[in-house]
């Protein structure tokens, strides 16, 4: 069964009664070249257990079927859980969990599933109305994942990859760039979905650091202050910084300590940048 195929899809559907759900960000795969290009970007193998988020009808849970290790491919909608019995009933190397991603305990999952691979990936071509909170939950809780695959709308993942100094640069940038070293897998257009989204997307390869980007005092003082800078992204940091609860003073003596000009503003910063300014607030 060519599950990429449209007329799958809709004999699938017919037999199924099921809708392209909107609410799930449901926009299946039509392009075998990007499959391969997502299964392709993760390099994987038969030591390789991947967690996948949202298989939709499976045409991505097969290709990782035949190439990984093992899989455990989590999906919400239970019309799509029916679905996949049938469609990925050839292969006895994946189990589908019907879970809300963000509500899961993905760690657990991966303990209880990973068998004796030796590798954690986690692939996915998104639903695109939780991308960030699916990203900030695999990152934030640590998920013990060395590499990460996933499609997404192509201005996100353009705001992922940005650099100081960029446009779109901003507090997701320094978030994702200060657990993984990021780069662009492909960009895909908005034809090879079905339904055909109104964006056109792109797969990225978050490779995750065996240690941040930076080292800082404290975690928690670095994100505050990068989402105070963020926070009135055209004011200068000596103004964005006081919404962290300092005064003008106290602002101005820790840029001055970190050597930041306090007329910039945040998304001229680096990481090393925000490390720095991060250490003399916790001091
Ligand atoms: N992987 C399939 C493909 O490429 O054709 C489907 C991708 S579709 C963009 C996103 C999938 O994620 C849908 O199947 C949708 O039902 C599922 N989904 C949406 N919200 C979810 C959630 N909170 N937890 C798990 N799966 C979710």
Not at 25 to 33: I, K, R, S, V
Not at 46 to 64: H, K, N, R, S, W
Not at 71 to 80: K, N, R
Not at 107 to 134: A, F, M, R, W
Request: some cysteine; glycine content about 6%.
């Amino acid at each position: 069964m060519e599950l990429y195929n449209p007329l799958t899809i809709k004999l699938l559907k017919n037999k199924y009664g099921f809708q392209f759900a909107k609410s799930f960000g449901q926009n299946f795969l039509t392009d075998p070249e990007v499959i391969d290009g997502i299964a392709g970007g993760a390099g994987l193998g038969p030591d390789d257990f991947v967690l996948e988020i949202g298989p939709g009808i499976g045409v991505l849970t097969a290709e990782i079927c035949r190439r990984a290790g093992k899989a455990a491919s989590i999906e919400i909608d239970p019309h799509m859980v029916t679905v996949l019995h049938d469609t990925l009933a050839e292969f006895d190397n994946v189990h589908v969990i019907e879970q809300d991603v963000l509500k899961t305990d993905l760690k657990q999952i991966i303990e209880d599933e990973k068998g004796s691979c030796s590798h954690v990936k986690v692939l996915g071509n998104l639903p695109y109305y939780i991308t960030t909170p699916i990203i900030m939950k695999l990152l934030t809780e640590h998920v013990p994942a060395e590499c990460i695959v996933i499609m997404m709308q192509k201005e996100v993942a353009e705001r992922i990859c940005a650099e100081p100094g960029s446009r779109t640069y901003g507090a997701l940038s320094v978030t994702v760039q200060y657990y993984c070293e990021v780069s662009m897998v492909m960009e895909v257009p908005r034809e090879s979905f079905m339904p055909m989204p109104m964006v056109d997307s792109a797969v990225l390869r978050l490779d995750v650091r065996s240690k941040p980007a930076v080292e800082v005092k404290d975690e928690a003082m670095f994100f505050r202050c990068v989402k105070a800078g963020f926070s009135q992204r055209r004011k200068t940091l000596l103004n964005s910084l006081m919404t962290m609860g300092e005064s003008k003073e106290r602002v101005k003596a820790a840029l001055e300590e970190a050597g930041i000009d306090p007329k910039r503003r945040a998304e001229t910063l680096s990481l090393e940048e925000f490390g720095r300014l991060s250490d003399v607030f916790v001091k």
